[in-house]
């Protein structure tokens, strides 16, 4: 695939956005990485609420 010189982030034909994948990455690993910092199962239940609602809001 080539990468569209007007839009940096989207390969081909444009069904792959890169930026948003790229951020979907990011607020995992974030929720991921605080799963490690809390010990209360609803404190991660929240994390993973508000990381599917920032997802959706891409």
Excluded: F, H
């Excluded at 080539?2 to 890169?18: A, C, W």
């Amino acid at each position: 695939m080539l990468i569209d010189e007007g839009n940096p982030d989207k390969l081909g034909d444009g069904t792959i956005n890169l930026y948003k994948w790229r951020k979907v990455y990011e607020l995992i690993q974030q929720v991921l990485n605080a799963k490690g910092q809390t010990t209360k199962s609803s404190c991660y239940n929240e994390e993973i609420q508000i990381l599917v609602q920032r997802i959706y809001s891409l």
